[in-house]
């Protein structure tokens, strides 16, 4: 079973840092079945990267993803205060057929 | 654009039957491209997939292991919509439930449209 672990467990910044943002696989995964969530208290997650590094429609390009096989980063350059939120990976095609990691919590300060 | 309609009740006892309902626009449940999923999310749990319909020749299922035993999503083609229901529900089961499209025809796989979410309690 596919195990995703993000770290850090939150991360604190202030607007215009750059946040990186670690996910690991306990297996690997395919490139093209990987994909980052924004997750804002109440709304609905809005995915941001598909295929570990193409941003989806309307994502800014301060948002950018990277990685392969188990080692999966996003990047935000340029911090605002609006991407405060909860950021999730997520793998598809191994057991489980889907799976989330545990997210890491972005605060700006 | 696909837009995605949750309704269900808010508060079910424990024991009994969660039944969610998403009313899908701007695609078709018997779409041969994409796949409609239930995901939830707790604080305890974080983001969890809980099983999935899609059409492909015949009608599919797959369920996520944590739940196979309670949980059954349908399709309603005459009201373009899918269905979730969790069997002998506990407190554990407290969540905030989403439906999801997958595009499953393309070289990628992401949940590209949400619904806007139904918390669910189960309490006496």
């Known amino acids: 079973e596919i195990v995703l672990t993000q770290s850090p467990g939150t991360l604190s910044l202030s607007p215009g840092e750059r946040a990186t943002l670690s996910c690991r696989a306990s297996?690997?995964?395919?490139?093209?079945?990987f994909a980052w969530y924004q997750h804002k208290p109440g709304q609905a997650p809005r995915l941001l990267i598909y295929?570990?590094?193409s941003r989806a429609t309307g994502i800014p390009d301060r948002f950018s993803g990277s990685g392969s096989g188990t080692d999966f980063t996003l990047t935000i350059s340029r911090l605002e205060p609006e991407d405060s939120a909860v950021y999730y990976c997520?793998?598809?095609?191994?057991?489980?057929?889907?799976?989330f990691g545990q997210g890491t919590k972005l605060e700006i300060k | 654009q696909v837009q995605l309609q949750q309704s269900g009740p808010g508060l079910v006892k424990p024991s009994q039957t969660l039944s969610l309902t998403c009313a899908i626009s701007g695609d078709r449940v018997s779409s041969d491209r994409a796949a409609w999923n239930w995901i939830r999310q707790s604080p305890s749990r974080g983001l969890e997939w809980l099983g999935r319909t899609y059409y492909m020749s015949e009608w599919n299922n797959n369920y996520a292991e944590s739940v196979k035993n309670r949980i059954t999503i349908n399709p309603d083609t005459s009201k373009n919509q899918f269905s979730l229901q969790l069997n002998s529900v506990t407190p554990e089961d407290t969540a905030v439930y989403y439906c999801?499209?997958?595009?499953?025809?393309?070289?990628?796989?992401?949940?590209?449209?949400w619904g806007q979410g139904t918390l669910v309690t189960v309490s006496s």
């Open positions: 295929g570990a590094s």
């Open positions: 997520q793998q598809y095609g191994s057991s489980p057929l889907c799976s």
């Open positions: 297996q690997s995964v395919s490139s093209s079945y």
């Open positions: 999801a499209r997958m595009d499953i025809l393309g070289t990628t796989r992401q949940f590209d449209y």
